[in-house]
C-alpha cells in the first residue's frame, strides 16, 4: 500500500530548510521561476551553508578571515596553517527553527592537529537531525516513524607557503536522506549523496600602527564544489551550494589587557539563478515541443557543474544588478579581555529579492586555560521569521604538547 508523510512540522522536509535559509522574510515559499522580482536560489542539503559555531554566529556569520580555530573547516581551510595551538576539537550544537519546531538541531564537530610549524590537518563531521515524522497509509493510520537527517564528513589539509600566505583543501562526503526511501506510484525516493572538495587561502601579518600591535588578514574559499544530487533518478538533479566567500579582519590592542577586532565577509551561491520563463494568457508556463519550458530571460538552469559556477556570475535575467542581489553581506566585532571573556556582535544581510535573511547577532565567550565555551543568540528584524530565537553552543579544548614539554624540561633543569 502506498505510504503517505503525516504532516508533522511542515508541508515538505526540503522546504523546511528553504524556509529557514532561502525563503522571503515573510515565510512565502517562492518556487523558482514562477514569481518574476523575486527569484531565490535554491540547492539541495542548504544545511551545508548554516553557520556551525557559536563565534562565527555571534558576528553576523563571517568566519573566513577570523582567526583560527577548530571550526575553521566550514569557513576556509586554509587558516589552519595560521592555528597557534598544537591540536584541538570543538563540539557545537544549535536548535534549529526552535520557535516553531522542538526536535530539529544542528551539530558539529571538528578537530586538528599542528603536523609541524607549516602545515597541519583536520577533520569535521556535521550532523542535521530534521525531527521524527509519521508515515500512514491512505485512510490517515500510522505506519511507521523516520528520522529524517543529513550528514556529512571532512578532511582537510592546510600549508604555509610564506610566513604570511597559506593554502588549505578540504574533501567532503554528503549523505541526505529525507524520505527514508518511500515509495509512491510516481517515483522511487531514496537518500541523496555527493562528494565535494572546498579550497581557500588566507592572508595573516601582525603589524604596528600607532604604536599599538595589531593584525590584518583576508581570507578567500570557494566550499562545497561538488557532483549535483538526487533524491529520485538522473533526471532529477539538483545542484549543491556552491558557495564563493571573500572577506577580511582587523584586530588592534587598545592596551595591554584589551583587544578589539573588526570583521567583513561577502559571499555568493556559485549556483545557477532561476530563470524567468515564458507564460500563456491564463500565466501557465509555456513548453517548447521536447517538453522543455520556454525561457523568456536568463539562462537554462540546467547545466554541468563548471557551467553553473562560472556560469552563476553571469546568468540573472535582470543582468548586473540583480547578481548584485545575489552577494550577502556579513560583519562582526570581537572584543576581548586579557584572552579570557570576549563579547561579540555582528549583522547579516540578504537581498529580499534572493531570501531577506536580516539579522543581528550576540554572543559571549569564556576560555580558561584548555578549555572554552562560546554563546550565540540570533535576532532577525523580522519578530515573526522562523530563526527567531535562534541558539549556539560550543566548547572547545585546546592543547600545546610541544610548549608543555619544553616547560617541564625547563623545570627539570632548574
Partial sequence: MIKYLRFKHIIAIPLIVLIADFSHGQGTAIIA???????????????????????????????VATSPDA????????????????????LSYTPWLGKIINDMSISYLGGYYKIN??????????????????????????????????????????????????????????????TGNVFNSTSDAQAGTSVAADIGIFFDKDILLSGKNSNVSAGLSITNIGQKMTYSNDDNKEFIP??????????????????????????KLMVPTPPVYAVDENGAIIYDDEGNPVIKR????????????????????????????????????????????????????????????????????????VFGVDFAYLVPQDSNHPLAETLRFTLMFNFNTYKQQESITDDEAN
Fill in 298 to 369: 536568463g539562462k537554462d538552469p540546467d547545466r554541468s557543474l563548471i557551467s553553473g559556477m562560472f556560469g552563476s556570475f553571469a546568468d540573472a535575467p535582470d543582468g548586473f544588478s540583480e547578481e548584485m542581489q545575489e552577494i550577502m553581506i556579513a560583519g562582526g566585532m570581537e572584543y576581548w579581555y586579557r584572552d579570557l571573556f570576549s563579547a561579540r556582535a555582528g549583522y547579516f544581510y540578504e537581498n529580499q529579492n534572493k531570501g531577506n535573511r536580516k539579522y543581528f547577532t550576540m554572543g559571549l565567550g569564556f576560555r580558561y586555560r
Fill in 33 to 63: 521561476g514562477q514569481d518574476t522580482s523575486r527569484r531565490v536560489i535554491t540547492t539541495a542539503v542548504p544545511f551545508l551553508t548554516i553557520s556551525p559555531d557559536a563565534r562565527a554566529g555571534a558576528m553576523g556569520d563571517v568566519g
Fill in 117 to 178: 610549524r607549516e602545515r597541519a590537518i583536520a577533520v569535521s563531521m556535521r550532523y542535521f537531525d530534521l525531527g521524527d515524522i509519521t508515515y500512514t497509509n491512505i485512510f490517515g493510520d500510522p505506519t511507521g516513524q523516520f528520522n529524517p537527517r543529513e550528514f556529512s564528513i571532512d578532511g582537510t589539509y592546510s600549508q604555509l607557503l610564506t610566513e604570511y600566505f597559506s593554502i588549505g583543501v578540504s574533501l567532503r562526503y554528503i549523505h541526505s536522506n529525507l
Fill in 242 to 267: 556552491t558557495n564563493i566567500r571573500l572577506g577580511t579582519s582587523f584586530t588592534t590592542s587598545l592596551d595591554p589587557y584589551n583587544r578589539l577586532s573588526f570583521i567583513l565577509d561577502f559571499n
Fill in 71 to 90: 571550526s575553521s573547516g566550514h569557513w576556509n581551510p586554509a587558516k589552519f596553517a595560521f592555528v597557534e595551538n598544537d591540536y584541538g576539537f570543538s
